[in-house]
């Protein structure tokens, strides 16, 4: 679990294919990069990178080495990324850890699109567009993360919502590149789709039997 607070930005390294999926080298310790340091990082430990969570099978004086499923690849927007690439990393979170920003577990529900941007006085205002089978779970006031990052959600037209990004925030993840067309790793808030299971009741399980007997 995360809160959506980054803690620095990485930079993509190296991307390995490896069998159909990746391997992913990912820097946090440079000049380059904001600095997240793994001396308290263990083999099997996860960083939200870009809002995915992913495991740490190795390190590196740079930062992390990290497997991508297939699975991933398909529905996030690591299909999209390049060595180069800056990314938002987090550490996942302890006991002791401060709730900053809301809680996210870093299973990406869908790639959504920057749509615009516009000067809102010492912030800024962007536009985003959600996939339509996610769109539902997106309420005036509620949360959103957005590659990794907690937000509050302005307002929403259909699959539209807007955010407001504060100058920290703008300089202190990868929001500051964004641009019109710029893919984005959204996660609804967990709330609202474990909501939408509860109010289902007995339906959400008959429907479930009712796929598996169509299978069989």
Known sequence: MFTGIIEAVGQVLTIEPRGGDVRLHIGTVGKDVGHLPMDGIQLG???????????????????????????TLDL?????????????????????????????SGHVDGVGEVLSRHPDARSERFMM?????????????GSITVDGTSLTVNSVDGCDFDVNILPYTITHTVIGGY??????NLEVDVIARYLERLLLGDQAAAKQQTLIASKE
Do not use: F, M
């Open 45 to 71: 430990d996860s960083i939200a990178t870009n809002g995915v969570c992913l495991t740490v099978i190795e390190k590196s004086a740079q930062g992390y080495w990290t497997d991508v499923s297939v699975e």
């Open 76 to 104: 996030t927007t690591i299909r999209y990324w390049e060595v180069g690439t800056p990314v938002n990393v987090e550490y996942a979170l302890t006991p002791a850890s401060r709730l900053g920003g809301h809680i996210v």
């Open 129 to 141: 567009r959600a996939p339509s089978e996610i769109a539902k779970y997106i309420a005036h006031k």
């Open 179 to 184: 641009e019109s067309g710029t893919k984005i």
